[in-house]
């Protein structure tokens, strides 16, 4: 099942760039979440939506920015990125905020 | 905020062999979840088990709320079993799950 897509599924980008994460979910979900899963560490919440509404922002560094224009779609604006936050980021939703959630395929970015 | 613990950190099995993952954590839950990450690094549901038992397959999984712990349990195992195997869980009023470091299941043929 493939009710949650995320792209794209690998970025390279430089430190100067801008670029977009987009994450896209057919389930009829209220809730989304962006996770980063850094190499040899467990997944770790960045930002949580209800109702399209941000409620949760785990002291993430400003040069990610989320958006979500509708219940369906998240997006993460990324700009002067460093190699540091190279890593892969999933996409989440479930019904309700702390509901089941179903995971996106994951962007592999990576900062050079 | 709660605290999640996964053992064994490295599993390594026969092919055909079977084998008992577990998870405790640390504070009463109201969501747990066992997914499979696949080498691609898609996280795949296989267990939403906040107490009771499941059973879907060669897999099954418990989850003992009142003793803070879940076991998923893998039988007759296959190489396309290999993987990570996370648990996560939410707890309270907290809106996200919270991730154990994982196992690294390797089943060789």
């Known amino acids: 099942e493939t009710g949650v897509t995320q792209t794209p599924r690998h970025l390279v980008m430089g430190m100067t760039n801008k670029k977009s994460l987009k994450c896209e979910q057919h389930?009829?979900?209220?809730?989304m979440y962006w996770y980063k899963q850094s190499a040899k560490k467990p997944l770790e919440l960045m930002f949580v939506y209800s109702l399209e509404e941000r409620v949760e922002n785990n002291s993430v560094p400003s040069r990610f920015s989320p958006e979500c224009p509708n219940s369906s779609h998240l997006f993460l604006h990324l700009h002067t990125l460093q190699p540091e936050d190279s890593a892969l980021y999933l996409c989440?939703?479930?019904?309700?905020?702390?509901?089941?959630?179903?995971f996106g395929q994951g962007t592999r970015l990576t900062v050079v | 905020g709660i605290q999640v613990e996964q053992s064994p950190p490295d599993l390594i099995l026969q092919e055909g062999a079977n084998s008992t993952l577990r998870c405790n954590f640390s504070?009463?839950?109201?969501?747990l979840q066992w997914f499979h990450q696949n080498p691609w690094g898609q996280l795949i549901n296989l267990f939403y088990i906040p107490s009771g038992t499941k059973q879907n397959g060669r897999l099954s999984a418990t989850t003992v709320a009142t003793e803070r712990y879940s076991l998923l349990y893998i039988s007759s195992s296959q190489t396309t079993d290999s993987g990570v195997y996370f648990c996560a869980v939410s707890s309270g009023s907290a809106r996200q799950l919270t991730f154990g470091s994982g196992t690294q299941l390797t089943v060789l043929p």
């Open positions: 389930l009829g979900h209220n809730a």
């Open positions: 504070d009463s839950v109201n969501n």
């Open positions: 989440a939703s479930s019904r309700r905020a702390s509901g089941e959630a179903f």
